[in-house]
């Protein structure tokens, strides 16, 4: 299972990175369409603003898919993970703007962004422990750097966009062309899905839940923070 595991892993994360670097590389053309404000610089400002906001949810969503993978299973926290993120982006794609249903644009774009942030925490320490668990005891660390090259979804997204603004004009980038990255995602997300579909659940988890060690302890986010903090 070792080489499914590794793929599934690092394209989940390539995508999960991909999705999130798209919104920061597209923050101008977001400003001007989901803000009341006329200046360009403050309108991108405000874009930039909620780009950062996702970041405080990683931690959030690393707490909450790790705990869904350490009490129901590796795999459907990976699935979920992936599928948030996925459609989190796609909705961002399809989302109507500021002129179009006013300040409820904003407060949506703003929910999205969260969601994708709480799907980056919860993909990146899942897909890390499955692929721990799941790669040759004596080969984890190249599979581990291999699956961390993952991080390469944000050179994805900025060739997206060198390609975009090379064959749009800026009018039709504000316009529409913003959207096209996003819509690109669910193509990602099929992938993901695909090479997702089929992993099994790791042996050490069915070895746990075997004897049950994942019974035993009832909330793992609280036994960690009481019994394995040192």
């Not at 703007?97 to 994708?116: E, F, K, N, P, W």
């Not at 996003?182 to 988890?205: H, K, P, V, Y």
């Amino acid at each position: 299972h070792s080489f499914p595991t590794l793929r599934s892993s690092v394209f989940g994360n390539l995508g999960g990175w991909y999705d999130w670097a798209i919104f920061g590389l597209v923050a101008n053309e977001i400003g001007q369409n989901f803000f009341e404000d006329q200046s360009e610089t403050g309108s991108s400002l405000k874009a930039f603003a909620i780009f950062s906001s996702a970041f405080m949810m990683r931690p959030v969503g690393a707490l909450m898919f790790g705990y869904v993978g350490d009490v129901y299973g590796r795999v459907i926290s990976l699935r979920y993970s992936i599928l948030l993120m996925g459609f989190s982006t796609v909705i961002l794609g399809l989302l109507p703007t500021y002129d179009q249903i006013g300040v409820s644009a904003t407060i949506i774009l703003m929910l999205v962004r969260l969601c994708q942030g709480l799907s980056l925490g919860g993909e990146g320490i899942t897909s890390t422990v499955y692929l721990y668990e799941e790669a040759p005891a004596d080969n984890r660390i190249w599979y581990m750097f291999v699956c961390s090259l993952a991080a390469c979804g944000s050179l994805v997204a900025n060739l997206m966009m060198f390609t975009l603004h090379a064959t749009l004009s800026p009018q039709q980038m504000v316009s529409f062309g913003w959207r096209i990255p996003f819509i690109f995602s669910s193509l990602l997300l099929g992938l993901c899905m695909i090479l997702r579909q089929n992993l099994q659940e790791t042996e050490a988890f069915q070895e746990n839940r075997g004897a049950g060690e994942t019974e035993e302890i009832e909330n793992p986010i609280y036994h960690v923070f009481t019994h394995e903090w040192k």
